[in-house]
Antibody, heavy 131, light 112 residues
Framework: EVQLVESGGGLVKPGGSLRLSCAAS????????MSWVRQAPGKGLEWVGRIKSKTDGGTTDYTAPVKGRFTFSRDDSKKTLYLQMNSLKAEDTAVYYCTTVGPYDILTGYYMGYYYYMDVWGKGTTVTVSS | QSVLTQPPSVSGAPGQRVTISCTGSSSNIGAGYDVHWYQQLPGTAPKLLISGNSNRPSGVPDRFSGSKSGTSASLAITGLQAEDEADYYCQSYDNSLSGHVVFGGGTKLTVL
């Protein structure tokens, strides 16, 4: 079964740090592009960014509000994605979802011809930034 | 203010057809970037509903369909069912923004 399981969320004070993890199973993680999406309480979805597979360069891309404070990394041997969050602000309070992201079908590895669709989502982990 | 504009809410009776619009601009949908749609049932993670403008992933009923034209896209749901009550989000790529991926603000579908 294809699965993503996030962990590491919690309560942190403004200015603090937190590291989220996302454990993957059921697909070839090493080939997958991965992303983080967050959802503030009662609000819509917000793209945080993505990390490509090492085969495709392993490059990262971040949305402007988190650039310079958040860092994505991946350990392909552990099939785990990480999100290091520093200098946290109250507006970072949200449920953080780990997702796979196109253009490759995660089961077959086929190139689908379109980009940035998020086909597998974890259940999310909650980050609360408050004093 | 979201880069992609969706109506905050739509509603319909069981069995009816509803559509949800997603309006963008020349830097995203109008530039030819694909649109994807997600369904978020209450208290759950979003689920991919439509990818690449009109493709349904395995397991998604054919009651759901997507289309794109110009700077807009639409999600249509036919034969509305009670379990379709959820939030729906469109998503695309924008070539003028850092991070580049953008979501619509979401549409709450109420089944009357």
């Amino acid at each position: 079964e294809v699965q993503l399981v996030e962990s590491g969320g919690g309560l942190v004070k403004p200015g603090g740090s937190l590291r989220l993890s996302c454990a993957a199973s059921g697909f070839t993680f090493i080939n997958a592009w991965m992303s983080w999406v967050r959802q503030a309480p009662g609000k819509g979805l917000e793209w945080v960014g993505r990390i490509k597979s090492k085969t495709d360069g392993g490059t990262t891309d971040y949305t402007a509000p988190v650039k310079g404070r958040f860092t994505f990394s991946r350990d392909d041997s552990k099939k785990t994605l990480y999100l290091q969050m520093n200098s946290l602000k109250a507006e970072d309070t949200a449920v953080y979802y780990c997702t796979t992201v196109g253009p490759y079908d995660i089961l077959t590895g086929y190139y689908m011809g379109y980009y940035y669709y998020m086909d597998v989502w974890g259940k999310g982990t909650t980050v609360t930034v408050s004093s | 203010q979201s880069v992609l504009t969706q109506p905050p809410s739509v509603s319909g009776a069981p069995g009816q057809r509803v559509t949800i619009s997603c309006t963008g601009s020349s830097s995203n949908i109008g530039a030819g970037y694909d649109v994807h749609w997600y369904q978020q049932l209450p208290g759950t993670a979003p689920k991919l509903l439509i990818s690449g403008n009109s493709n349904r992933p395995s397991g998604v009923p054919d009651r759901f369909s997507g289309s794109k034209s110009g700077t807009s896209a639409s999600l249509a749901i036919t034969g509305l069912q009670a379990e379709d009550e959820a939030d729906y989000y469109c998503q695309s790529y924008d070539n003028s923004l850092s991070g580049h991926v953008v979501f619509g603000g979401g549409t709450k579908l109420t089944v009357l």
